[in-house]
């Protein structure tokens, strides 16, 4: 039973370019997180999906991010127009449902040069 | 919505000692509460879990306590080892995803 896969593992985009991270859950897994992660810091949420739907994305800056859950396929997050402010490592965890264990993948490291 | 605080940002104990990473929360209806190691350059990693009917868990060197009265929860590390230094993270839990502290930087001392 493979975990959560994430690609790529590492990104590097010029400013304003866009960015598309993709994560496929777990086997049997239909709720996905993503998460933020700037060097030493804490995981910071930005969005929690089911599949097709998008049911808590209030750690999403409202801008140039948005992120999407298809009924085929994996998770995307898509980040437009980067900027260096965007530099961080973006992690995605599956669950099979609320409140139950969620695994993480090995994380997106993104760079803006 | 969620709130979890970590306590302390770093923790350096000696080799075969204990190590106790703390955590409070906010929100009452949290009733599921996991611990992540993060080594350098790779994902959480989940260790062990407590859920809100449950005051204490273990699995052999690590345990977890939850004091749902005082709404906080720990973890407890025993007979520390070198592979033990990493990021470690806890979270609380109601309905729609993790809340995760801030993480602890334990470094485990030769």
């Known amino acids: 039973n493979a975990g959560v896969m994430q690609n790529p593992r590492h990104l590097v985009r010029r400013r304003g370019q866009e960015a598309r991270l993709r994560c496929s859950p777990m086997k049997g897994h239909s709720h996905v997180y993503w998460y933020r992660q700037l060097p030493e810091e804490g995981l910071k949420f930005m969005v929690y999906l089911q599949k097709e739907n998008i049911i808590d994305e209030s750690g999403m800056p409202k801008e140039r991010f948005s992120a999407e859950f298809p009924k085929e396929g994996p998770s995307i997050l898509r980040i437009q127009q980067v900027v260096r402010g965007d530099s961080a490592a973006y992690f995605c965890a599956s669950s099979p449902g609320t409140g139950g264990e969620a695994f993480f993948g090995q994380g997106t490291r993104l760079t803006v040069v | 919505g969620e709130n979890v605080e970590q306590h302390p940002s770093t923790l350096s104990v000696q080799e075969g000692d204990s190590a106790v990473i703390k955590c409070t929360y906010s929100d009452s209806a949290s009733n599921y509460f996991p611990w992540y190691k993060q080594e350098l350059g790779k994902g959480p990693q989940l260790i062990i879990d407590?859920?809100?009917?449950?005051g204490e868990k273990k699995d052999q060197r690590i345990a977890v306590t939850l004091n749902k009265t005082a709404k906080h929860f720990s973890l407890h590390i025993t007979e520390t080892q070198p592979e033990d230094s990493a990021v470690y993270f806890c979270?609380?839990?109601?309905?729609?995803?993790?809340?995760f502290g801030k993480g602890t930087h334990l470094i485990i001392q030769p």
């Open positions: 979270a609380a839990s109601e309905a729609d995803g993790l809340t």
């Open positions: 407590i859920r809100s009917n449950v």
